[in-house]
């Protein structure tokens, strides 16, 4: 996105499949280099319901806010807008309670109790952070 002229989505399917597709049909619509980066869980994450929990999984990320769904489309500068669009609303859900669902994270907890404490607390302060940057875009006025 710092380039200006980069179509760039954030997506997943389970949180919202039409801002997914929408992202997928304005990157190949784009003239020029697109991105669209998917947060996907795999069998690695270690969903404690399974795999087959997968959307639900991907939709509780984003309430959480340890994922994020936005669009820039460089085409709308050009139209005098805001080419970035936060999709997604303020984290609704616990942080921690996400992560501690995922057998990748919850096993650090045994494993280095102290170390993993002091983690997910730095994660949870730049999930926060991260989402006020987002926000702080989208409420961006080209005209100023």
């Not at 807008?81 to 057998?103: H, T, W």
Request: aromatic letters at 12%; a negative charge.
């Amino acid at each position: 996105m710092s380039y200006g002229y980069v179509y760039v989505a954030h997506v997943t399917m389970g949180a919202d499949m039409n801002q997914c597709v929408k992202a997928i049909n304005e990157a190949e619509s784009y003239h020029g280099p697109s991105i669209v980066i998917a947060y996907a869980p795999c069998i690695n994450h270690g969903i404690k319901g399974g795999m087959s929990f997968a959307q639900t999984e991907e939709k509780n990320a984003v309430n959480a806010g340890y994922w994020n769904i936005f669009r820039y489309d460089p085409r709308l500068a050009q139209e005098g807008k805001n080419p970035f669009q936060l999709d997604g609303k303020a984290p609704s859900a616990s942080y921690r309670d996400f992560i501690m669902g995922e057998v990748r994270y919850s096993s650090l907890t045994r494993a280095f109790p102290e170390r993993a404490e002091q983690l997910f607390t730095k994660a949870e302060e730049v999930s926060k952070q991260d989402y006020e940057h987002l926000k702080k875009l989208s409420e961006f006025n080209i005209d100023d």
